[in-house]
């Protein structure tokens, strides 16, 4: 958060009982933008507006590492076959991957570079060379790690020039959720340009802050996003590919929940315990 802290709760513990998160040792400089678990869920990278990188390890809640950037980084993907890899986007329009056995000084590899910001990056869960982007002015992206620099799919047709803030791939990574500024948030097929649905409903708006989206459900049938009006949003993807007419606009969530006090700007569905968690503007994550 805003407070340069990295904070971990026990999820069942909090909800049933006071308990006080657990504090990790190192801080940052300045706001936290963005976190990454790695597959044993006993690191955790934390990356914000200090232009760093801070690797802590969970059970001594000591920093094992730092990675310098040259400016803000908004976010984070840890390779899931390999958790000494991970990558960074950042507002200096680089996308970096970086492995932690490195010394560190030496260089990351750069996989992309535009003059405007990335906000997003998130590795194939499936197909680990492929990686996923969101840019500020060049909207979403997927990448080849073996083909650095440039892009193989640009989505949106003839609309891919969009600002673009979050992107999610599907636990299979076949599809992409993706959010961008003053747009319904959008569903890609992985090969596909062109969008397999929108999602709309009265109320929903997002142009203020930066937020993020997610998959929910067993199956990975729904999708999550905040919204300026301070409330959540989730929306079922309809089995007929052909649904929602010629826009592909799927009108009406199958569910708003409500609570929060100022914009949500977070949202994660955690697939093991049907939990949602959201934060925003506001002191406080509603569960």
């Known amino acids: 958060g805003d407070d340069r802290r990295v904070l971990l709760w026990h999820m069942e513990q909090a909800i049933h009982a006071r308990s006080k998160p657990v504090k990790l040792k190192g801080e940052h400089l300045s706001n936290i933008f963005c976190l990454a678990f790695d597959s044993t869920n006993r690191k955790v990278f934390s990356g914000g507006n200090d232009e760093q990188v801070i690797l802590h390890d969970v059970e001594r809640r000591e ?113 992409l959720l993706a959010l961008r500024r003053r747009l319904p948030p959008v569903l890609y097929e992985l090969h596909s340009r062109l969008p397999s649905f929108q999602f709309d409903n009265q109320g929903y708006f997002n142009s203020c802050t930066m937020k993020s989206c997610c998959f929910a459900g067993d199956k990975d049938q729904y999708i999550l996003s905040g919204s300026d009006d301070f409330n959540l949003y989730m929306w079922k993807i309809p089995k007929d590919p052909e649904a929602g007419g010629p826009g592909r606009v799927v009108n009406g969530a199958f569910m708003v929940l409500k609570g929060h006090r100022s914009i949500v700007n977070q949202v994660r569905f955690n697939p093991h315990t049907y939990m949602i968690c959201s934060s925003g503007v506001e002191k406080v994550i509603k569960v």
């Open 63 to 175: 920093t094992v590492n730092v990675f310098l950037h040259i400016d803000a980084v908004y976010s984070l993907s840890v390779s899931p076959v390999n958790d000494n890899v991970f990558a960074s986007s950042s507002d200096d329009g680089r996308v970096l991957i970086w492995d932690t056995r490195e010394p560190p000084s030496a260089e990351p590899f750069c996989l992309a570079s535009y003059p405007s910001a990335f906000h997003s990056v998130m590795f194939n869960p499936v197909e680990p060379r492929l990686i996923a982007t969101a840019n500020s002015k060049e909207g979403v992206g997927l990448w080849d790690i073996r083909k650095p620099r440039s892009s193989l799919l640009r989505y949106g047709g003839s609309m891919s020039l969009q600002s673009a803030m979050s992107v999610r791939f599907n636990s299979t990574g076949t599809q």
